[in-house]
């Protein structure tokens, strides 16, 4: 089981005593996308997207169309994706990517890391190389809502250097976040981030997210520790926006007096954006409300 994890990840999970946990859970990664979990992703109609720009830097994404837009091939190894117009373009044969399919009225999702085998205009293939369910916590339920386009917001990517003017109007009201993280040889991981409303805090231009307790695999921490650099994605339900973040990223495994903050881990990591993009979630779709998860702290 120690070649599932690099050197990042182990360091982590040493320091905070779960390297044994790490292991007993590192036995649902697959190298292929488990059978049962084929008709999951073939019946959802979003996901979130992880990949690097050309200079280097994550960015994570959430896309969305109708269902079927991702099928898994026969064998499990490999992820045919269709597309959105307004998908990343610059995608390289062999580049790695972090692909999160995750159904928010169920709390249920699941990981798959890979590279592109092919891309066609809208037709992407992704050659996988990890696969593995995640639990439910964090996830604040909502359930989508398909009807007639409403108008876009105007215009519909805006772009920036260091944080946006609006920042705390996002902070304020997000409790879903995605994250991109990378390993230069291992690749990208896109992973899920969920609180109560504002669990994401502000200190100055940098942000600081609380490291719940989870699965104790530490894909996200172990990679930035290797690699520290970590792309965001803050979803605005309410305005069918999301911003996109992407810069520095640092660790903190103890910080003392934030036990109820950090759910009892003492843990933090932060991310200080160097750029940003504000760009439209599809405005067909309406996420109703149900509830917040009940392990937020």
Not at 207 to 236: E, H, K
Request: glycine share 10%; net charge negative; charged share 20%.
């Amino acid at each position: 089981m120690d070649d599932l994890f690099h050197e990042g990840e182990v360091a982590i999970q040493e320091a905070t005593g779960e390297r044994h946990k790490a292991l007993l859970n590192g036995h649902a990664i697959t190298r292929l996308v488990p059978m049962p979990a084929r008709p999951f992703v073939a019946l959802q109609t979003g996901f979130a997207l992880a990949w690097q720009d050309l200079a280097g830097k994550p960015w994570v994404r959430w896309l969305e169309g109708q269902a079927g837009l991702a099928q898994v091939s026969s064998g499990g190894d490999e992820v045919e994706l269709r597309l959105p117009e307004d998908a990343p373009v610059d995608l390289q044969l062999g580049q790695a990517l972090g692909l999160l399919f995750i159904e928010l009225s169920s709390r249920r999702r699941l990981r798959v890391n890979g590279r592109v085998s092919q891309q066609e205009g809208a037709l992407l293939r992704v050659a996988v190389e990890q696969a593995y369910p995640n639990c439910p916590k964090y996830i604040q339920r909502r359930i989508p809502q398909w009807g007639e386009a409403a108008p876009a917001p105007t215009p519909d990517v805006m772009a920036g250097q260091g944080v946006p003017d609006t920042l705390d109007v996002w902070l304020a009201e997000t409790d879903t976040l995605f994250v991109a993280s990378v390993h230069p040889s291992h690749g990208l991981d896109c992973s899920h981030r969920g609180g109560p409303a504002g669990f994401v805090l502000r200190e100055g231009d940098t942000l600081r997210i609380p490291d719940y307790a989870g699965n104790a695999m530490f894909g996200t921490l172990g990679n930035i520790q290797v690699y520290p650099q970590a792309g965001l994605c803050l979803l605005s339900f309410s305005r069918h926006q999301q911003l996109l973040l992407s810069g520095p990223a640092a660790i903190e495994l103890a910080v003392p007096g934030t036990e109820q903050a950090t759910g009892g881990t003492n843990r933090w990591w932060r991310v200080q954006p160097e750029q940003w993009r504000i760009a439209p979630l599809d405005s067909r779709v309406n996420w109703d409300f149900v509830d917040y998860s009940p392990f937020n702290p």
